[in-house]
């Protein structure tokens, strides 16, 4: 019943700007502390930013302040905006829900049970 669908991916030049998107189906997104985690050949998924119930963000230090999660509850949808890109952002992204309004301290992929189908995302230098 539950999808997380991503859109937003593509190729861009370092420095350039990229805003991913995730919409919820069947889930209300408001309730959950939802994330993005990211993805290359022959690494563990990292994780990148997440978001609560009730607002409260976290972002991985190689993101701070250039990449923003957020999240509009009206349109059950998570974003993220991506600035400042350099190459060793490319990936493919995914956008994960938890069942529970909180995210946990050592963000962990295993703690999200909701995953989109993933986008990519390429920065060339």
């Known amino acids: 019943q539950v999808r997380l669908v991503e859109s937003g991916g593509g190729s861009v030049e370092s420095g350039g700007s990229l805003r991913l998107s995730c919409k919820a189906y069947e889930y209300d997104s408001s309730r959950y502390c939802m994330g993005w985690f990211r993805q290359t050949p022959g690494k563990e998924r990292e994780w990148v930013a997440d978001?609560?119930?009730?607002?409260?963000?976290r972002h991985e230090d190689s993101v701070t302040g250039r990449f923003t999660i957020s999240r509009d509850n009206a349109k059950n949808t998570l974003s993220l905006q991506m600035s400042s890109l350099r190459p060793d952002d490319a990936a493919i992204y995914y956008c994960a829900a938890r069942d529970s309004w909180g995210c946990r301290e050592l963000r962990l992929a295993r703690d999200f049970i909701y995953w989109g189908q993933g986008v990519q995302v390429t920065v060339s230098s």
């Open positions: 978001i609560d119930a009730s607002n409260k963000s």
